[in-house]
């Protein structure tokens, strides 16, 4: 049942792409769509490159080389994922933009009076998308690869260098290839957040296929052709998926690590330890610092504006939605984590992976997804009410907070059920025989002897779940009911309209709380490392 409520979102983009009540396929082939897939790729492309290019080389220098500030780059590199990317846009821009203090500085400094006295390179473009991104999404790079560092065998890079390979080449012939399979999950990762973000490509005016759904829903009236642009999409995530478990399919053989020989850093200091310092700090800088101060600056400046009874009740809705989504999927997820450990059937395990599809689906195809069954149901209600009572009973579904709580579960519950999944492996089978022979049936053994152990693993799922769902921007500002704002489409819309300091408070919150999940991980490296210590 819980696989085919993830579905059928899936199911239902499908059903109106191919059988839509006016399909404009062809004027879309004819027209925009090319465009829009040309610069889907192009973004995927750079974004890919650059996070990739982030990730790896900051994974490299703090797990080989000992340099200073070197135990704390380990964990603040991943405080960027605190940063939702529509925000460093938004912030980015206020600051690089014709208008903004950067250019008016130069103009002031050097005697310029209009843009064509210079050349500045332009934030809102294809480019601009890219950088903002990468700056925000290299931490699943480097998470990924630095954990798969960590593990290699100290002993085939020094079988490698005894063989005349130089540390370019060690890295370049055996840490790299090796690497493989992290690099890709974390790879499709960033790309898939990439495919669902709508709040930066937006502003910056670059038609991508999330950003066509929305102007053929909203701008053209033509929900069925929002679905045909959302299968595209579809196609992108399954094309995704393919290559990441074809990259990763010698994950196991390649990761086993060396328990005979201790893993020792190397001590640098002078240049090469200040190269790389440098190669830790720019993207520490420019993917959070940075965006934080601004924000802290315009949220004390225009604190006054920002605090404000309605600033209140958009913090409230952000969290009320939030809470009721992570209560949701970590139920679920117990659901679907101890379904699989109870039954090696492979109809159960088969549903429990596709129940995590969801979490593959960008925003904007979700939001088609989730409204089309939706409206369907209220429709039929109201026309049963309306020929048996002769009363109509509107929208009952659609348009309200349970669309978006519906959308968020539907999203997040891969994320849940995993951490949970991964918390009862721990839990060995001899505990289930314990309880067993003092009486206690399958509901109670969950209850009394698993959910008191994995509850650090399901209290961190909420925790990640929660920060997720306040940072989620294109469902949420679809799928919302009239006259509700979240912090999240708060930001937005005013940023759109050029008030990112109105704004900045609610930014602000979005990335302090953000930071939460970041903290969870840091613990897991910084134990990581003591380990390997």
Not at 107 to 128: C, K, M, N, V
Not at 245 to 267: C, N, V
Not at 369 to 396: H, K, M, R
């Amino acid at each position: 049942m819980i696989a085919a409520i993830v579905l059928l979102p899936v199911l239902a983009v499908l059903w109106l792409a191919f059988f839509p009540e006016e399909n404009i396929w062809p004027h879309l082939l004819s027209t925009v769509l090319p465009n829009y897939i040309i610069t889907t790729i192009g973004l995927m492309l750079g974004v890919g490159f650059f996070a990739a290019w982030l990730g790896i080389s900051t994974a490299w220098v703090t797990t080989m080389y000992d340099f200073p500030g070197r135990k704390v780059f380990e964990w603040a590199l991943l405080l960027p994922f605190a940063v939702p990317a529509y925000v460093i846009a938004y912030v980015y821009t206020d600051m690089l933009e014709y208008s903004g203090w950067l250019q008016m500085g130069l103009r002031q400094l050097f005697g310029w009076q209009t843009a064509r006295d210079y050349w500045f390179p332009e934030i809102r473009s294809l480019g601009g998308a890219v950088i903002m991104l990468a700056l925000v999404l290299y931490p699943y790079v480097f998470m990924m690869v630095r954990a798969t560092f960590i593990e290699q065998s100290a002993s085939l890079r020094d079988a490698a260098r005894t063989l005349g390979c130089s540390r370019r080449q060690v890295f370049w012939r055996v840490s790299l290839p090796t690497a493989r399979p992290a690099l890709a999950v974390g790879v499709a990762l960033v790309l898939m957040e990439a495919l669902n973000d709508f709040g930066t490509v937006d502003y910056f005016a670059v038609r991508t296929l999330t950003a066509g759904i929305y102007d053929v829903w909203m701008n053209m009236g033509n929900i069925g052709g929002a679905a045909q642009i959302a299968s595209v999409m579809m196609i992108f995530i399954l094309v995704l998926i393919g290559l990441e478990r074809h990259s990763r399919r010698r994950q196991k053989q390649f990761s086993r690590g060396d328990r005979f020989k201790a893993f020792q850093r190397t001590r640098l200091s002078g240049r090469k330890a200040f190269a790389c310092w440098l190669i830790c700090i720019m993207p520490l800088v420019f993917g959070f610092i940075v965006p934080v101060l601004s924000l802290a600056r315009h949220a004390i400046v225009y604190f006054e504006v920002s605090w404000t009874p309605d600033f209140f009740e958009m913090s409230w809705n952000s969290f009320m939605l939030s809470a009721v989504a992570a209560l949701g999927t970590i139920f679920l997820g117990l659901i679907l984590a101890y379904g699989k450990r109870l039954v090696k059937a492979s109809s159960v395990q088969k549903a429990v992976r596709l129940s995590g599809l969801g979490y593959a689906m960008p925003g904007a195809v979700l939001a088609v997804g989730v409204i089309i069954p939706l409206a369907a149901f209220d429709n039929a209600v109201d026309d049963l009410f309306e020929s048996w009572f002769g009363i109509s009973t509107g929208l009952l579904l659609s348009g309200t907070v349970f669309a978006v709580i519906f959308a968020y579960i539907v999203r997040f519950l891969a994320v849940s059920a995993g951490s949970i999944e991964s918390s009862l492996e721990k839990v060995t089978p001899s505990m289930d025989m314990a309880a067993r022979s003092l009486g206690y049936n399958t509901l109670q053994i969950l209850l009394k002897v698993h959910v008191p152990m994995i509850k650090p693993g399901v209290l961190t799922a909420a925790l990640v779940v929660f920060v997720d769902c306040m940072k989620e921007l294109p469902a949420t500002l679809v799928l919302r009911p009239f006259n509700f704002d979240t912090l999240a489409t708060h930001v937005y819309q005013f940023a759109s309209d050029e008030l990112l300091e109105e704004s900045a408070l609610s930014a602000l919150v979005i990335v302090l709380v953000g930071i939460i999940p970041v903290i969870l991980l840091s613990r897991s490296i910084i134990a990581s490392r003591n380990e390997k210590q």
